[in-house]
């Protein structure tokens, strides 16, 4: 680590704005005085730029007075799973236009006998030119200009308005994509280029091809809307930078994230895991399971000492690999809109049909009529049925019982309540299995650590998910809804680098090895010298893929610095090896893969006890208490609520009780015991279930 120099302007007034596909969250510090502003409007999909002025709007924001905006977006994940994507040509070598269509030896489903798949870019508008590198980067067969330019105002002509060039080996050798990309310019009619090599300088040419075709077919998109948003914003007084989060975690401005659009998809996830990390640091807890649970799925991801893991083999959808490294979010389609129903074979399942926001569900009184996770939640008393009625043409308690009786009780040979408990003991063994997927099937055994419940309905099953993988604690942030939002505030500047050697480890110039790393860290350390933000320090995470030769997945093997020796790479491999799947192969020889380099801009710490006002909390437990309901805890409880703002500082609460707030409603079991500490997070400790 290193200082790093201080002529940048400390931002006090600082607001991150999260982007969701029902609601933009936000939440403003303001450092000088002390104060934290909350707020959830709907999102305007037709333009995610108002709803982040309608925002700042209801936070009654003085946009002119802002010192910084973080914004994590939903514009390139969108884009890229509804196929909403710009007109873009390829460029590529002689005979392998179809390397996007043709991918690797899958399908889509395992024991299917067809499938579909449709490659991001269509084949008459992947074009090929003589040119070609060997795997060593020596040339076979030199670029053929005059062919380049040709098929430059082909793809013009038929209005293409984003390009990639894609040249087979490139990562060894870009000299034929740099000089495509120089000729490009002079005839393209806009920036939108990109370079397989620039985005993505590592072996395995479908998944660069891919990665590369994802981010120009999303980059003019991404690139309206942050000129957009950013023109939008100046107009009301706004006179700095806006920071946009990537999906590792990490921020870059948006004068500068178009370049490489790519590297947002999937940041709205990121944003949530990077809180958790910050929260769980200074709490304390520095190992924990993220579990994410929103309307309509619910993401895992997997924290260790206070640092996510981020993977660049992230496939978003079938043969969608984008391998820039991104936090390794997992993700079930398990959502408190999730609608249950009974199968022709008399089986109650679980989505993957959700009533979404709109209908929604049946106790949102919008017009649903099917029963779903959160209607089985309000009719166990797990939510407040209070609420219920101040929605205008919401039903009653009995209605909903009435359609869970119909829909599934009758069908299954259960009243309406042991139906609605089928459903929340289905939808946990559904999660329990997301969280089994960055744990156990890592070789990480989950009672190592707690498990971090946000979103609207995380907390409402963490204690029996917790519970049933043995996980020891719960820990319920301050702001479970608006913890995306959060993540946009907390989050450091981040930038990864990947660069191929593919060498066996014997053969492997140690030398070089560490002149990349030396290059990678050059190169971070320029890209976060260039934003317009205050950083304390900065740090850099080096670690190396290898794999044993012969075989085709890879491990990820960490590294204390940038100077490992040949014998360390090897014994760290092994290692590694027999920790994920404990085997050793020492007769098989060891390989090289990638050489990686995280360098990370810390920022200035927030303090997230300003999260809850201090002028609401009570003197004691009895007077955070709003009052009591029965809960269905196996049988029926009575069980006392508390609203969570009113809740003294050093409180503890043992179970079974429910603690209500604005974005969530947390259950913490009989014979379970909660304290909260100094930043109001409260901590979940799992008892034996009374």
Same mark, same amino acid.
């Given at each position: 680590m290193s200082e790093f120099p201080q002529e940048k302007a400390a931002q006090r007034q600082v607001a991150g704005i999260d982007v969701g596909g029902t609601f933009t969250d936000l939440v403003l510090f303001d450092s000088a005085n002390g104060t934290v502003r909350l707020a959830k409007t709907p999102t305007t999909i037709e333009n995610q730029a108002f709803g982040v002025l309608n925002a700042l709007d209801a936070a009654e924001a003085d946009i002119a007075s802002l010192d910084l905006i973080v914004h994590g977006t939903t514009t390139t994940t969108n884009a890229v799973l509804e196929r909403n994507l710009c007109k873009t040509g390829l460029i590529t070598t002689m005979g392998f236009r179809d390397v996007l269509e043709l991918g690797r030896r899958t399908r889509p489903n395992a024991y299917g006998m067809k499938g579909e798949f449709r490659p991001i870019i269509p084949r008459d508008l992947r074009l090929e030119i003589p040119e070609r590198m060997d795997a060593?980067?020596?040339?076979?067969?030199?670029?053929? %200009?005059?062919?380049?330019? !040709?098929?430059?105002?082909? /793809?013009?002509?038929?209005?293409? %308005?984003?390009?990639? #060039?894609?040249?087979?080996?490139?990562?060894?050798?870009?000299?034929?994509? /740099?000089?495509?990309?120089e000729i490009a310019r002079e005839i393209w009619p806009n920036g939108n280029i990109t370079m397989g090599h620039a985005l993505l300088s590592e072996s395995r040419e479908f998944e660069r091809g891919v990665t590369a075709a994802v981010n120009a077919s999303v980059q003019p998109l991404l690139r309206r809307y942050v000129e957009r948003l950013a023109d939008q914003l100046a107009s009301r007084g706004y006179k700095h930078d806006v920071l946009v989060m990537n999906g590792n975690g990490g921020m870059v401005s948006a004068r500068f994230v178009a370049n490489e659009a790519a590297k947002t998809v999937m940041s709205g996830p990121a944003?949530?895991?990077?809180?958790?990390?910050?929260? *769980?640091?200074?709490?304390?807890? =520095?190992?924990?399971?993220t579990y994410d649970m929103g309307g309509t799925s619910t993401d895992v991801a997997l924290i260790r000492d206070a640092e996510p893991a981020v993977s660049n083999e992230i496939e978003i959808e079938y043969?969608?690999?984008?391998?820039?490294?991104?936090? +390794?979010?997992?993700?079930? @389609?398990?959502?408190?809109?999730?609608?249950?129903?009974?199968?022709?074979?008399?089986?109650?399942?679980? @989505?993957?049909?959700?009533?979404?926001?709109?209908?929604? =569900?049946?106790?949102?009184?919008?017009?649903?009529?099917?029963?779903?996770?959160?209607?089985?939640n309000l009719l166990l008393g797990r939510l407040n049925p209070a609420r219920l009625?101040?929605?205008?043409?919401?039903?009653?308690? +009995?209605?909903?019982?009435?359609?869970?009786?119909?829909?599934? *009780? +009758?069908?299954?040979?259960?009243?309406?309540?042991?139906? !609605?408990?089928?459903?929340?003991? #289905?939808?946990n063994a559904r999660m329990s299995d997301a969280v089994r997927m960055v744990s156990v099937s890592l070789g990480e055994d989950p009672r190592d650590f707690a498990l971090f419940a946000f979103g609207g309905a995380g907390p409402l099953h963490a204690s029996a998910i917790a519970r049933e993988l043995g996980i020891p604690k719960v820990l319920a942030p301050s702001r479970p809804g608006i913890t995306n939002a959060l993540g946009c505030v907390v989050a450091d500047l981040r930038h990864d680098f990947v660069n191929t050697v593919n060498r066996p480890v014997a053969s492997v110039d140690i030398h070089a090895v560490h002149a990349l790393f030396a290059?990678?860290?050059?190169?971070?350390?320029? /890209? #976060?010298?260039?934003?317009?933000?205050?950083?304390?320090?900065?740090?850099?995470?080096?670690?190396? +893929?290898?794999?044993?030769i012969g075989q085709t997945h890879l491990l990820r093997v960490p590294l204390p610095g940038p100077a490992?020796?040949?014998?360390?790479?090897?014994?760290?491999?092994? %290692?590694?090896?027999?920790?994920?799947?404990?085997?050793?192969?020492? %007769?098989?020889?060891?390989?090289?893969v990638n050489v990686n380099t995280s360098v990370i801009g810390r920022r200035a710490e927030i303090d997230l006890s300003m999260l809850i006002d201090p002028a609401g909390r009570k003197a004691n437990l009895a007077e955070a208490k709003t009052g009591s309901r029965d809960v269905w805890f196996g049988k029926w409880v009575e069980t006392p609520v508390y609203w969570r703002d009113h809740l003294p500082a050093d409180a503890e609460i043992s179970g079974p009780a429910i603690v209500e707030q604005m974005d969530t409603t947390i259950i913490i079991e009989p014979g379970d015991h909660a304290v909260q500490d100094r930043d109001g997070n409260i901590i979940i400790t799992l008892g034996a279930v009374a």
């Open positions: 060593s980067g020596r040339v076979l067969t030199v670029l053929d %200009e005059s062919a380049l330019r !040709a098929a430059l105002n082909a /793809l013009i002509a038929v209005d293409c %308005e984003a390009l990639v #060039i894609h040249f087979l080996h490139a990562y060894a050798n870009p000299a034929h994509e /740099l000089r495509a990309a944003s949530g895991v990077m809180a958790a990390a910050y929260t *769980g640091r200074r709490a304390g807890i =520095p190992n924990l399971i043969a969608m690999p984008i391998h820039v490294p991104m936090v +390794d979010v997992r993700t079930v @389609g398990a959502g408190g809109g999730s609608i249950a129903r009974v199968t022709a074979a008399g089986l109650l399942q679980l @989505g993957p049909e959700s009533a979404g926001a709109s209908p929604g =569900p049946i106790c949102y009184g919008r017009g649903g009529t099917r029963p779903t996770i959160s209607d089985a009625n101040s929605v205008p043409g919401g039903m009653s308690l +009995d209605d909903i019982r009435a359609i869970f009786q119909k829909d599934l *009780g +009758d069908r299954l040979g259960l009243d309406a309540t042991a139906a !609605a408990d089928a459903v929340i003991r #289905i939808a290059k990678q860290s050059e190169e971070g350390r320029r /890209l #976060i010298g260039k934003e317009a933000v205050a950083i304390s320090e900065i740090r850099e995470i080096c670690s190396v +893929d290898m794999q044993f490992p020796t040949l014998a360390e790479l090897q014994s760290r491999f092994e %290692e590694a090896y027999f920790n994920r799947f404990h085997v050793e192969l020492n %007769e098989i020889r060891a390989n090289l």
